[in-house]
């Protein structure tokens, strides 16, 4: 009997590509799931009348559940993952709304085994570059993640050792302000209460009071067609509890961050996102935020780039119940009226 599961680090091949994946037109059930998860206050998502008066359109998707249905699509070689470790350069290219079809293409851009130590199983990194197309063929979204994969042989040495160098931290700002969409900003700052973009000042920071416990990871994982089995089965995991999917962690930090910017209308791209600590289910998360540039548009609006930190203080069944631990990094570029 064949055993169905995902390759080993010792199976992946620099250009490989995985694109047999299923598209997935995003629904309202989408939206109404995703909302039940997190809460997001997002203006544009929620409210179809604003939505159509600035976009033109109805129904704009939170760029958020956009991103998490990318990464669900691109997990069929890491469905073995030990922990995702960044992702770099992440844009949203086009926006996208109800009823629009997302493909997905996954590409094998570099492998690096990590340094083989006595009493440690083998690993190695798998750099992927991910590519998201609509039913138009527009590309939509372009990033990079590297999920840690085992060696199949728990002693193996691929000597696999290529450069990640490659992988920028950030991206293009000219591919960033061609992502803008055009949209009517001065009708979104009639409409909607500040901070808009001229009172957001660089270096200002704040903590978000209200902290968030972490639940239903499953679904999320479920939803966007996750196969990482380690967010799922507990004896797949590295740990004595199923791991939390990060876009789980980015999610809730960025339902949190719209509490300190209540007017910000979009994120537009990652600049870089580090899980530098794992998260496990009834975690509870704080988000603390700091305005690290700002950059004027012809609009009247413009692009805050933010520096956002996830704390999680563990649940009394995870490791070191009671204590605090810093689980993500995050720098973003959101759109402002």
Excluded at 138 to 153: G, L, N, T, W, Y
Excluded at 197 to 222: C, H, K, N, Q
Excluded at 311 to 330: F, I, M
Aim: glycine share 10%.
């Amino acid at each position: 009997m064949s055993l169905v599961g995902g390759p080993w680090f010792e199976d992946f091949e620099v250009g490989e590509r995985f694109d047999d994946v299923p598209a997935v037109t995003v629904t309202e059930a989408h939206t109404v799931a995703y909302q039940g998860l997190f809460g997001d206050r997002s203006r544009l998502p929620l409210d179809y009348e604003l939505c159509e008066q600035v976009t033109g359109r109805r129904g704009l998707v939170n760029n958020s559940l956009v991103g998490n249905i990318a990464i669900g699509a691109s997990t069929v070689p890491s469905q073995r993952v030990l922990g995702n470790l960044f992702y770099r350069g992440l844009v949203f290219r086009q926006p996208v709304f109800v009823g629009d079809t997302l493909r997905v293409s996954t590409e094998v851009v570099a492998l690096r085994q990590n340094r083989i130590k006595a009493g440690r199983a083998a690993s190695g990194m798998v750099a992927l570059a991910i590519d998201v197309f609509n039913q138009r063929d527009e590309q939509v979204m372009s990033f990079a993640r590297c999920p840690m994969i085992p060696c199949r042989d728990p002693a193996a040495d691929t000597g696999r050792a290529d450069s990640f160098d490659g992988i920028a931290e950030g991206f293009d700002p000219a591919i960033l302000r061609a992502s803008i969409p055009d949209w009517d900003l001065g009708a979104y700052r009639s409409a909607v209460g500040g901070p808009h973009f001229s009172g957001i000042e660089a270096g200002s920071g704040y903590r978000i009071e209200a902290r968030d416990t972490v639940t239903s990871a499953p679904e999320l994982v479920r939803m966007t067609l996750n196969l990482a089995m380690t967010h799922t089965d507990v004896k797949r995991s590295a740990y004595a509890q199923r791991l939390v999917y990060g876009g789980h962690t980015i999610s809730m930090a960025a339902a949190q961050i719209l509490r300190a910017f209540p007017g910000m209308l979009s994120i537009l791209g990652w600049h870089h996102c580090d899980h530098t600590g794992p998260v496990f289910e009834a975690d509870i998360l704080s988000t603390m935020v700091r305005a690290k540039s700002v950059e004027a548009l012809d609009t009247g609006g413009g692009i805050a780039h933010l520096h956002v930190t996830v704390d999680a203080e563990r649940s009394p069944d995870a490791p070191e119940p009671g204590s605090t631990v810093n689980v993500l990094d995050w720098e973003l570029a959101a759109l402002f009226a």
